[in-house]
Structure formats: structure tokens, C-alpha cells
């Protein structure tokens, strides 16, 4: 559904869109958070001379204004939700949590896959899928107390370490066999050559990855050497200079578990000790405007790296050694296989990866898909063994408890 025109003047927008409000004044329109100034300000410019004059990227606005407004109305959701009780046949439930950049691109996708698949199958689909911005307490509360895995929805679908590896949660019906990868990608993306992704227990399919990479602040950065690799970060010219995506539990559990398996301790103190503050990707990019406390290294989403200004002095770096992946895992019940494999299909698919891949910049694991990346551009990976020879769930919490305690200077 088209919301907008690139025409349309920013008052026109956030009349008919109040909730989109926070996202211009989060990416440098601060007057439209104030009614006398919005009035003034945004009744006489259009949105494409708006972010033409801030050097903003208008596709990827364009992605957030959506984002802000399908978030607010549940009419995707809802055509999903409701398909499923148009006729009386069996049900599967499709359960999690989806990037934001991509959400709204794939339950679109997903909606016209939904028409499809129930028009010709004696199965509909019960789908709910939010936004990872939402955190994902809500599957855990939907899984609490379920100790018989029929009870389970039959395929989840979510970014992150903790939740599928937790003993309390999905480790233990993983050690029960309940999950297989029949997403029959054997071989992955070129991209991923020189790292191995697939379960070797056969339990996940990963159909994509979050990377993390550097935004620096070049006029900060002043006559100290570019950073370029992660250990860069613990360097005491970098101490209480550096913003971290706490807030974003799945890429920063990611980075603390990649810290502590190459630096042991002292490493995820150090980079606590690094951290000037949290913020969200849509105010990294624009960290170099801040009036104090203006972070030299910014640790985010690739994806949100393509906000930043072109000419200013904000530079996004690949690490030398690897971006930091968080991985985007499916999880599918064996015993529904039959049933499930479209479902399945689709997901690891080249439409969906086109998806992860080009509108989110979420390199995909699908290997006909051009993840549109340099050669040179490699991947830090957790790596099976040490998944498969840790409690990750221990491992996290106290890689936290020492984070936390550096910021106290403990």
C-alpha cells in the first residue's frame, strides 16, 4: 500500500500520520516535534526537498515512515491473522519477530504466499509476526510452561543467541529432536566462503544475518589512527568514546559473546569501560550533531548505515576482521515436515532473501542471491563448536555482569 508521495509536503504527512512524528525529529527535523514550528516549517517543503537538503537516503526514509506507520495499524496483520479462519481446515502457526527494515516488504510477500498456499493446501496459516523492536518476550510468555513440543506453534522465526539456545525455553525441546533444517539450502551464499553457518546438528536454518559494523565520527576521530578492527575499540584513546546497540539485545548479546570468546574477561570490561552512551541506530547516524558527548566509534546495523550524510563526516567501516553477525534463525518442527515444507521454502527462498538481502542489507545465506557486498568484506562468526560446548544463556549473563560492572568502574 502506497501511504505517501515523495511530493507530499511533511505537514500532509504527519497530519495523516501522527505517529511518524518521532521519526523526523530522531533523523535531524527537530522542529516537527513542536506544533507552532511543524505548521510553519512543514506546510511548504515536500518530503523528497526535505531529506534532498538534509542528505538523507529517501528509499530508506521511506522504509522508517512505513515501518512507523504499518507499526500503528494492524491491517497487514490482520489479513494474515484472519486468512486463516476463512475455512475449516488444519491450522500451523507461524510465530516471530522480524527485522524492522524488512517487516513490512516481507508480510507483504508473506500475505500473497498466505493466498496461495491456503488456496491450494488443506492447511491455513495462523501468522503473527512483529516487529524485533518489540523484543521478544512476547513468544517467550507464549511458550511458558509448555512442556509437550505438540503444543508448540510449528515454526519461529527470530534474530539472535539467547532465546533458541536457551535450556529453558527452546534448548530444551532442541535436545529433544523436535526442530530440523529441511530449508534445503546445503550449499550458502559465496559470501559467507570462508565461515560455516549451517548447523552441523541439523536443528536451525539460518536464512540471513544482522551485521555490525563502525561509524566514525571523522571529526571526533581529530589525528588518532582510523580504528579498522574490533580490538581497536579497546584502546584507551577510545575509553567513554564509543556508542554500543544495547538496546538492541540480539546484535549486542552478539557482540559480548564474540568479545568474551576473543578476549576473554578483560575484553568485554574494556569495552564496557569504551561506552559513552546507547542510542538508536536513526540517532547514530546523525551523532555528529549532538551539542556534547559525541561518540568517536558507533557500533550499528549495516543497514542504518546508509542514512548517513554523503560529504560529512561520518564513515562507515567494515572491520578488517569480520562484521559481527547476529544470525536470523528459523526453527521447524520435524513432525509437521510434510505440512511445512512450503512454508519453509518460502522463507529460505530467493524473493525473501532478495528482501533481507537488498532491503535491509541483511546478507542472506541464500546462494542465488547477490548480497551486493565487497570481496574483501568478511564475517565474525560464534562459530558451532563454541555454540554447541557453552551454555549461552550463563555465557551472556556473565559477559552483562561484566559489562555492567566496568560502567561502575568495578
Partial sequence: ??????????????????????????????????????????????LKMALTLKQLNYDTFERLLVEAIESNNSTVDATIATSSKKRNKQSLSIMGALPCPVRIPLLEKMITFTEDFEASSSYVLNTELKAASMGVDWIEENIKGISDPEKLPDLFISAGFDMFFDKDKFGKFKA????????????????????????????????????????????ELGDLPMPTKWSDL?????????????????????????????????????????????????????????????????????????????????????????????????????????????????????????????????????????NRLAKDNKFMWLGWDYIYSHDLTETIHHCEELFNNSLKGE
Fill in 1 to 46: 500500500m502506497k501511504y505517501f508521495e515523495s511530493s507530499d509536503t511533511l505537514k500532509a504527512i504527519v497530519d495523516k500520520y501522527p505517529e511518524t512524528i518521532p521519526v523526523f525529529t530522531s533523523n535531524g527535523f527537530s522542529q516537527m516535534g513542536d506544533a507552532e514550528k511543524r505548521d510553519k516549517f512543514a506546510s511548504s517543503i515536500s
Fill in 176 to 219: 529433544m529432536g523436535v526442530f530440523e533444517d529441511f530449508s534445503g539450502l546445503d550449499t550458502y551464499n559465496e559470501s559467507f566462503a570462508d565461515i560455516e553457518l549451517k548447523d552441523p546438528r541439523g536443528h536451525l536454518s539460518m536464512i540471513g544475518v544482522v551485521p555490525a559494523v563502525f561509524l566514525i565520527n571523522t571529526k
Fill in 234 to 370: 579497546m584502546k584507551a584513546e577510545f575509553e567513554n568514546r564509543v556508542s554500543l546497540p544495547v538496546g538492541d539485545f540480539d546484535l549486542f548479546n552478539g557482540i559480548l559473546l564474540n568479545f568474551y570468546k576473543n578476549y576473554g574477561d578483560e575484553g568485554v570490561r574494556k569495552l564496557g569501560r569504551s561506552l559513552l552512551e546507547s542510542m538508536h541506530p536513526s540517532q547514530m547516524v546523525r551523532s555528529d550533531r549532538k551539542s556534547t558527548n559525541r561518540p568517536i566509534i558507533t557500533i550499528m546495523p549495516y543497514f542504518f548505515t546508509k542514512m548517513t550524510k554523503h560529504g560529512g563526516p561520518m564513515q562507515a567501516i567494515w572491520p578488517e576482521d569480520g562484521a559481527i553477525i547476529s544470525p536470523i534463525f528459523l526453527l521447524s518442527k520435524k513432525s509437521k515436515q510434510n505440512a511445512l515444507q512450503e512454508v519453509v521454502n518460502f522463507f529460505a527462498s530467493e524473493e525473501v532473501g532478495k528482501v533481507l538481502s537488498h532491503n535491509g542489507l541483511f546478507p542472506t545465506t541464500n546462494p542465488n542471491v547477490d
